[in-house]
């Protein structure tokens, strides 16, 4: 397996031996996980294999029965989501979550809701601070909405633009709480390989212009093997195996974990792109 | 410039200030042209429209149910009748003492379960609206007056210069409330606090994945909606001079949650239009009187059917936000 070229002491994101059980099921069995700093890394694994439970356990959703969680030298394990996001880290969800009455600025706006203090009274009698404070959220909101090319539906509801742009929207929400760790899971479900096309691109882009590092949850071989710095393979809560994507691409194991033994490679890309 | 990007965004309250303007007029010019009984009306309108803005926090801003909310109107209202009534404390020193206590209780009822989602949540709000009604009747400390209730509250005053006693002067009381909570609350709509109510109010998962607090969020909305409540606990009392437990009863939680549907979750006219519907409807049509909660339910039936957001729904986008874009860069939009 080869070395990616990172040296250990600029490692983000860190889990030891992450657990999470549901009742009989363990959904994540001591998953260790490193992400370096500017790299994207993509969890990729079959149906249940338990990638959206390790994103829920990072973020804060849900407490692990074991196992630590560590962002930038810090345990954040079992820390409640708000705080998580106040840390650096902000995530996107597999079936969009945007606030669906709420306008697409309001929408953003949200990311930044970490990097405000005003409290009630100042947010009552609109105290100078408060309105620098609005001013500044309202900026970044909006240039976070100019960066994933949604400005001119800034004041549309967010329910009513077109799935593409929820995806990207959701992702610019995402950034506006200017993180150092961006979690996103399956963001180019659903979109057209054009937009797929523009996300990879967008993405790249992103790590060197925003100083972020990705974590990365993809069905899409294409943009895994686009895209991706480092590949995490999990089946049935397991790690079973991480590389290059190129190496993961034709790893034994992966394959089969996929599809089963003896399956043609053709299928392979077919069924991993079809989720 | 505005008007060609989004014309049919624009606020109706930005763009007709003639219309804003004149019915502020109407309201202080009414009272001087009617009989007593028509300012009484008015002033019970007053009142509905403050329990209905302290229900607009909780239910409408944050999508809370709750439907135990005369319970903070009681308490707002017999605070300020036993200190008033034992320890001879003025009303107006009350106003916030009863907000404090109707505020205070909120957060330590909700406190343990705030977490509790929909309709588990409305459960609890629904048994404590009845158990401080029960407590009130059953006369805890020789305090509350059991059934009868506690008399004899005095005028709100300030010294001797100025007593307020007469149906005008209370109209007046009230509706300054109501004005200045308005304002208050509209500041708070387009504040980071009202925004991170909605977005809990749309998505509570994702708006914890947003980094917002969403437990400290809503107690802060049960808190507030209870302190606004105390108030217009307050300024009944002073006005009717006796408190019952019978003026706050589950019907009464009801009356707001349907002044709040009606008129549309979350938007501050709505809540006025619910409030006049509700007060003032009952007054017109004297003859229907028996028909009163028939015609209530049709209407919250009919509206979920066809209008859903409301009589008057908030409206989003040009209206809370001018963009920076276009120069303005102003917050207070």
Known sequence: MHRRHHSSHDVVLETKGLTKIFGGLTAVNEVDLKVHKHEILSLIGPNGAGKTTVFNVVSGIYKPEAGKVIFNGKDITGRKPHRIVASGIARTFQNIRLFPDMTCLENVMAGQHCRGTAGLFPSIFKTPAQRREERRIRETAER?????????????????????????????????????????????SGLNPRETEDLMVFLKALIEEDDVTILLIEHDMNVVMGISDWVVVLDGGRKIAEGLPEDIYSNDQVIEAYLGKDDEEEEAHGAAAEH | ????????????????????????????????????????????????????????????????????????????????????????????????????????????????????????????????????????????????????????????????????????????????????????????????????????????????????????????????????????????????????????????????????????????????????????????????????????????????????????PRKRGAVAFRSLLEGTGRTDA
Not at chain 2, 63 to 89: E, S, V
Not at chain 2, 274 to 296: C, D, H, K, T, W
């Open chain 2, 1 to 312: 410039m505005e008007q060609a990007l989004s014309p049919e965004k624009k606020s109706f309250l930005k763009s007709q200030p003639l219309v804003v303007s004149v019915f502020v007029a109407a309201f202080i010019v009414y009272p001087f042209l009617v009989s007593d009984y028509f300012i009484d009306i008015a002033f019970f309108f007053g009142i509905y429209a403050l329990l209905g803005l302290s229900l607009n926090i909780v239910l409408g801003e944050v999508g809370l149910f709750d439907l135990g909310h005369a319970g903070f109107y009681a308490i707002g209202a017999y605070t300020t009748a036993i200190l008033n009534t034992k320890f001879g404390i003025p009303i107006l020193v009350l106003i916030p003492i009863s907000a404090l206590a109707a505020a205070l209780f909120a957060y330590i009822v909700f406190s343990p379960v705030i977490h509790l989602q929909g309709d588990y949540l409305l459960i609890v709000t629904l048994g404590m609206g009845e158990i401080i009604r029960q407590a009130l009747i059953n006369n805890p400390f020789d305090l509350t007056g059991g059934p009868n209730g506690v008399f004899g509250i005095d005028f709100p005053k300030i010294g001797e210069y100025f007593v307020c006693d007469s149906s005008i002067e209370y109209y007046f009381l009230i509706w300054a409330i109501v004005g200045l909570s308005i304002v208050g609350l509209k500041s708070l709509q387009n504040s980071r606090i009202g925004r991170a109510w909605n977005y809990i109010r749309e998505d509570e998962v994702a708006a914890n994945a947003n980094g917002i607090d969403s437990r400290s969020y809503k107690l802060l909305a049960f808190v507030l909606g209870a302190g606004l409540a105390g108030i217009a606990g307050n300024v009944y009392a002073c006005k009717l001079m006796v408190v019952s437990p019978e003026s706050f009863t589950f019907w009464e939680s009801c009356l707001m949650f349907c002044i709040v549907l009606i008129g549309g979750m979350g938007s501050i006219p709505g809540v006025l239009i619910g409030a006049a519907f509700i007060s003032l409807f009952p007054e017109i049509f004297r003859p229907f009187a028996m028909y009163r909660m028939l015609i209530f339910g049709s209407a919250m039936i009919l509206m979920m059917m066809f209008r859903p957001g409301g009589a008057w």
């Open chain 1, 144 to 188: 976070r909405l100019g960066q994933v090319n949604l400005g001119r539906v800034r004041d549309e509801l967010a329910r009513n633009i077109a799935y593409g742009s929820q995806r990207m929207l959701e992702i610019a929400r995402a950034l506006a709480s200017n993180p150092d760790l961006l979690v996103l899971d399956e963001p180019s």
